[in-house]
């Protein structure tokens, strides 16, 4: 629910089905109890979202991830109150926006961290309201550079297919807490096997090197293809007869030539 020019969220509706959330665009403002008591466990305010008045994301039960723009100027009291689950929260504002609430020192806040930038760490930490979050022997303030992604790693590194076969690979980005975790797929020879979404599908004979990438970090898996060289070697279908030329690709129709024949 939003106000007629669509610059204030009113309301979002408590129970609506879903993890995660990103507020659009154009948006500036958060109201009053805004998400109150909603069972997100992400949220994302975009560049632009200036205000989050009193308790707008109070009791988020199930808060996990909250990331907040550098065009942050002022929360109001009570923001993080009863967010119990709440860990990482990424506030991208250089100078310490105003905070209406004295509750950071309390011990809801243990498991919280706020990843602030670089050089502004030391700020945040010195700061009346925010620096209660190291308070008790705590250390919750730090860089936002540790949520950088740190590397990437495929479960295989090496895979033998027949053409017409496909695999899963499976991509783990480091750390885990990473802000952005989306991995970019490639094939250096898409006339041997394909990729899409980590699924390799063998084309024809050859070998072909699978990148997944994250951030500034790559990880590879180097894919041989072989041909079907008898019947046990073509994929069963008991639905369809699939044919393949002696290069090892499906074809719609034999014409002239030698082909398997499944």
């Known amino acids: 629910l939003f106000n007629l020019d669509k610059t204030e969220l009113v309301k979002y509706p408590p129970y609506k089905e879903g993890d995660s959330y990103i507020v659009p665009d154009g948006?500036?403002?958060?109201?009053?109890?805004a998400f109150y008591g909603t069972l997100l466990k992400s949220l994302v305010l975009p560049e632009g979202v200036q205000v989050i008045e009193s308790q707008?994301?109070?009791?988020?039960?199930n808060l996990e991830i909250l990331i907040l723009p550098s065009t942050i100027t002022k929360?109001?009291?009570?923001?993080?109150?009863?967010?119990?689950?709440?860990?990482?929260?990424?506030?991208?504002?250089?100078?310490?926006?105003?905070?209406?609430?004295?509750?950071?020192?309390a011990s809801d806040?243990?498991?919280?961290?706020?990843?602030?930038p670089s050089e502004s760490v030391e700020t945040y930490k010195e700061n009346?309201?925010?620096?209660?979050?190291?308070?008790?022997?705590?250390?919750?303030?730090?860089?936002?550079?540790?949520?950088?992604?740190?590397g990437i790693t495929l479960d295989q590194t090496s895979a033998t297919l027949v053409a017409g076969?496909?695999?899963?690979?499976?991509?783990?980005?480091?750390?885990?807490?990473?802000?952005?975790k989306t991995v970019t797929w490639s094939s250096s020879d898409e006339g041997v096997a394909l990729v899409e979404g980590g699924?390799?599908?063998?084309?024809?004979?050859g070998t072909t090197?699978?990148?997944?990438?994250?951030?500034?970090?790559?990880?590879?898996?180097?894919?041989?293809?072989?041909?079907?060289?008898?019947?046990?070697?073509v994929e069963e279908d008991t639905e369809e007869t699939v044919i393949y030329d002696l290069a090892g690709r499906r074809v719609k129709e034999a014409t002239n030539g030698i082909y398997i024949v499944n």
Not at 75 to 84: A, S, V
Not at 199 to 205: E, F, H, L, M, P
Not at 212 to 232: H, K, N, Y
């Open 128 to 150: 009346s309201s925010w620096g209660k979050l190291n308070s008790n022997g705590r250390d919750n303030i730090k860089s936002i550079d540790l949520l950088n992604v740190s």
């Open 75 to 105: 929360m109001g009291m009570g923001t993080f109150y009863g967010c119990k689950k709440l860990k990482t929260v990424v506030l991208k504002v250089e100078e310490c926006p105003k905070y209406g609430g004295t509750d950071l020192n």
């Open 165 to 180: 076969e496909t695999i899963t690979l499976v991509a783990t980005v480091s750390p885990e807490n990473a802000l952005d």
């Open 199 to 205: 699924v390799v599908t063998a084309v024809a004979q």
């Open 109 to 116: 806040f243990d498991n919280m961290i706020l990843y602030v």
């Open 56 to 61: 707008a994301i109070r009791e988020m039960n």
């Open 27 to 33: 948006v500036t403002d958060l109201s009053e109890h």
């Open 209 to 233: 090197t699978i990148k997944a990438t994250a951030g500034e970090f790559s990880a590879t898996c180097e894919v041989t293809v072989s041909i079907p060289t008898s019947v046990e070697d």
